[in-house]
């Protein structure tokens, strides 16, 4: 992926409101480009008055594309008017990325490995008396609780044991091979966990519970991929990340 980093000066601060409005008007362009990921524009907190304009690109090519064309050069003159270029800065990006410690992650706010310990343990007593459910899990490991409790763990942010103890992401896609797992066994999966959360006292506040939903949704929907009849290849990525508001990237 390429970075690019544009800075515009600007001729003094009472050219800020206008300068702000073009930009809004020339993004417009970026917000259909295929090339695009996404965008943002940073104001100067000092003097002289100043902005830099931060643009992923999928590809060094995409984005030489996107400014050799109409759209491109109409961007550029969008702007001219109210201030020009002052620097330009191109990057790519690499696996090396991190968080600060202000923020607890997902793993961390959930209770760490007890919780996630105690989540699935009661989760898959209550799926051995289900109907639905019992026969998907038949034959199961006696320690598959903790093995999805690492799984998940990890998921949200704890330590990656699932991947150095089971094989990571490719490992846990492969267990789902040739189950034909139903819709009405997916919904039950989702629904039966998310009311044994409640049960063990996970943490009930609206933000870790989006993205608890948003990632039961997301997991259930690839296990019923990859238990179907026509399932890809397994995946040879690393073990998805969730965080609070991020999910793992679009794949097109």
């Known amino acids: ?12 601060p009472q050219q ?14 970026l917000a259909e480009a295929g090339e695009c990921v996404d965008y943002a524009l940073e104001r100067s907190a000092g003097e002289p008055p100043g902005y830099g304009l931060r643009i992923r690109w999928t590809s060094a090519e ?5 400014w ?3 759209e491109g050069s109409s961007f550029f003159d969008g702007l ?3 201030a020009e270029p002052d620097g330009l800065l191109l990057e790519e990006e690499t696996p090396v990325a991190g968080r600060g410690g202000s923020v607890p ?5 959930a209770g760490g490995a007890p919780a996630f310990e105690r989540l699935f343990t009661r989760f898959y007593e209550r799926v051995d008396g289900d109907e639905l459910l019992a026969p998907v899990f038949a034959g199961k490991d006696p320690a598959h609780a903790q093995h999805v409790a690492a799984w998940l763990g990890e998921v949200f942010g704890g330590p990656p044991r699932y991947s150095a103890e089971y094989g990571g992401h490719r490992h846990m896609a492969s267990r789902h091979l040739g189950r034909g797992i139903t819709e009405a066994q997916r919904r039950r999966w989702v ?9 063990v006292g996970l943490p009930a506040d609206p933000e870790f519970r989006a993205v608890f ?28 990340r969730w965080d609070w508001g991020i999910t793992p990237p679009y794949r097109g």
Request: charged share 25%; aromatic share 12%.
């Open 80 to 82: 001219d008017p109210y």
């Open 68 to 70: 050799e064309s109409r």
């Open 105 to 109: 992650t997902l793993y961390e706010w």
């Open 213 to 240: 939903a948003h990632y039961l949704e997301w997991g259930t929907r690839m296990a019923l991929i990859y238990s179907g009849p026509n399932p890809p290849p397994l995946p040879e990525t690393p073990m998805p």
């Open 191 to 199: 629904a039966l966990l998310t009311d044994t959360a409640d049960e």
């Open 16 to 29: 800020r409101a206008a300068f702000e409005a073009a930009c809004r008007r020339a993004v417009a362009a």
């Open 1 to 12: 992926m390429t970075v690019e980093y544009i800075r515009y000066r600007l001729a003094g």
């Open 62 to 66: 995409g984005r030489r594309a996107f």
